[in-house]
């Protein structure tokens, strides 16, 4: 949600705070991978990405979905540049009424 790459390291270390967090028992290395095992996520360039990216954008569109306000952060019509692929999955899940409230900046 925050257009935020990750390393390998980053995200096993994303992934053990978001464990000890919510006190899942779970090794964050062995969790990451278990997604590069069965090819969900690859490294490349030293970041981490989905094998298909359409994964990404669905997985991203719902969590906008359902956090409304931080879908307003995310699509700034106008500025930079624009997630169509994540926001056509967005709207095909129903836009937020409050997406209504955003301008098209100039």
Do not use: W
């Not at 879908?71 to 700034?76: D, H, P, T």
Request: aromatic content about 16%; proline content about 2%.
């Amino acid at each position: 949600m925050n257009k935020r790459k990750f390393s390998e390291a980053e995200l096993i270390e994303f992934t053990a705070e978001f464990a000890r967090k919510f006190d899942f028992k779970i090794s964050a290395v062995r969790f990451f991978h278990s997604f590069i095992e069965k090819n969900i996520l690859f490294v490349d360039g030293g970041q981490v990405h989905f094998t298909l990216p359409f994964m990404e954008a669905y997985l991203l569109a719902k969590k906008l979905h359902q956090e409304p306000e931080q879908g307003l952060k995310y699509f700034q019509f106008g500025v930079g540049s624009f997630d169509i692929a994540t926001f056509l999955l967005y709207a095909e899940m129903g836009l937020a009424t409050n997406l209504s409230q955003v301008r098209r900046c100039r």
